[in-house]
């Protein structure tokens, strides 16, 4: 769960780092071409405005410039005359609205569309004090860009018209730009908008695609880590890329050839250690027992003087007889063969095997076992590693207590526990058991526990333990519950009697 958790993070992290970057650059982009854009399109509608506003002023030059210095709301044939001469202007280029109006009273002369009475003040242009006063000067000027109520975007465009006679500016044109005007500004942020949001799912595709392609990559490392750290020296690791983690892969797998190749020369080193040992155990044996044999006939009693320092010697060689075994043992490998059988019977068959050891001692054997429960493991193999840890519970007992088995089912795994009520171990001491070698009796090999380890890791299960000084041990099997055993790791065959 937590390297799956870890290689979820890392495709997050490369998702991000991917996304990230690039959203921020497509939206610090957009901006600023949206600021252009804008600013250009109002460039562009401010040159244009003014221009028509200067068109109008040259169709009012000679007559009608004089006729504005004198015309008053009565004279309705005058305000006619100028509502025609500027109308046609207002219609050809299409803007919204073309009107004159007084420089100091910001009220209307004429309307090129007719549309507000002579003297109506627009009120709305105190909002352009600014450029109004640039316009009584005598210059061109633009409003800054309005939004109306509705939304629409609109601006001005002013235009002093001057006295031929003084030079004063006697009326002031201006130009209201049409909403058309603008549209190609929206029409660009939109496909901006939509630009950017492809460019942002392209780049999530690939990110994505990335990501996941890398993620997959690590999870073959890690698997293959897994089994070369349990053990498995045979399954090469797949070659499925040629970058930088290609390469790794390639290391990777060099690195399970050369421990698998090591481990080939440890082995046969182990097993001329064997023969070696072996040959000269076994003469001594034999003449250890010869020798026990001619102290009889001359007269020697059994367990006492000369018989008894050979019945020591003869237990000596039996105990380093067991500990080359078991070291042989723990060092080699062989398939596991799994199969699914009921716990009961297998159960009861420990039962019988280990009560009259536990008996001896003087200590209760007591198994829990639900009815139809099946379990699904190597059973030889299984079957040793519990007769060794009910023995090592029973030797770690005391006359009077009581050794517990209990099998337990828990989703689609399986747990037996041996629980006994000996001395316990102490908290610092609990990894250390685990230990090739570690041992609190004397004659202990210390690899039963570690070989039982082994066994049940192979099985792609965990042994725990949980003990407490002065009330006793606990250890506690977990195993999957799988009819096919698939993927199990190999792992060697382990003789009865075997002890931690």
């Excluded at 009584?136 to 109520?149: F, H, I, M, N, Q």
């Excluded at 690791?237 to 050839?257: H, S």
């Excluded at 890791?457 to 333990?465: K, N, S, V, Y």
Aim: with cysteine; net charge negative; aromatic share 4%.
């Amino acid at each position: 769960m937590a390297l799956r958790s870890i290689r979820g993070r890392l495709a997050l992290r490369l998702t991000l780092s991917f996304l990230i970057p690039t959203v921020g650059g497509l939206l610090a982009v957009g901006l600023i071409a949206d600021q252009v854009a804008q600013r250009t399109l109002e460039a562009q509608l401010s040159e244009r405005l003014i221009a028509i506003a200067k068109s109008e002023r040259a169709m009012l030059e000679g007559y009608f410039t004089e006729l504005l210095t004198r015309v008053e709301g009565t004279d309705e044939r005058s305000l006619t005359n100028l509502q025609k001469r500027i109308a046609p202007i207002a219609k050809e280029t299409g803007v919204r609205r073309v009107f004159i109006f007084r420089p100091d009273t910001l009220t209307n002369i004429v309307d090129a569309n007719n549309a507000v009475p002579y003297g109506h003040r627009y009120y709305e242009l105190e909002a352009d004090a600014v450029e109004l006063s640039a316009v009584r000067d005598g210059e061109c000027r633009p409003s800054v860009l309005y939004t109306a109520e509705d939304g629409t975007p609109y601006k001005y465009a002013y235009a002093p018209i001057f006295n031929p006679n003084t030079g004063e500016v006697i009326a002031i044109i201006g130009v209201e730009g049409s909403a058309d005007q603008v549209e190609e500004l929206e029409q660009l942020r939109r496909n901006l908008l939509i630009l950017g949001a492809v460019i942002v799912l392209v780049l999530l595709l690939t990110a994505t695609w990335t990501a996941r392609r890398l993620r997959k990559a690590v999870s073959n490392l890690v698997a293959a880590a897994k089994r070369i750290g349990a053990g498995n020296l045979e399954e090469g690791v797949p070659q499925t890329r040629t970058d930088e983690l290609g390469e790794l892969e390639v290391a990777v797998d060099r690195m399970r050839e050369a421990l698998r190749s090591r481990e080939e020369e440890l082995q046969m080193m182990l097993s001329g250690i064997a023969h070696e040992v072996r040959n000269p155990l076994g003469g001594i044996e034999l003449f250890v027992g010869l020798l026990d044999e001619d102290l009889a006939e001359v007269g020697h009693a059994a367990g006492a003087g000369p018989r008894g320092h050979v019945a020591r010697v003869t237990r000596e060689l039996e105990y380093l007889a067991r500990v080359v075994n078991e070291f042989l043992e723990y060092a080699r490998r062989s398939k596991l063969s799994p199969s699914r059988f009921a716990a009961e019977p297998f159960i009861k068959e420990l039962e019988q095997v280990m009560a009259a050891d536990l008996l001896s001692a003087e200590v209760t054997l007591k198994m829990t076992v639900p009815e139809g429960l099946e379990l699904t493991a190597d059973r030889d193999r299984l079957r040793r590693v519990l007769l060794n840890l009910i023995r090592n519970a029973g030797q770690a007992s005391s006359p009077g207590a009581t050794v517990e088995v209990e099998v337990l089912a828990q989703a689609d795994k399986r747990m037996v526990r041996v629980t006994d009520q000996g001395a316990g171990i102490a908290k610092e001491k609990l990894e250390e058991v685990f230990r090739p070698f570690f041992t609190t009796r004397e004659k202990g090999t210390g690899l039963g526990l570690p070989l039982a380890r082994k066994v049940i890791e192979a099985h792609g299960g965990e042994l725990h333990i949980e003990s407490e000084v002065g009330k006793g041990t606990q250890l506690t099997l977990v195993i999957p519950f799988d009819a096919e055993m698939k993927g199990a790791e190999s792992m060697t065959d382990i003789p009865d009697g075997w002890l931690g």
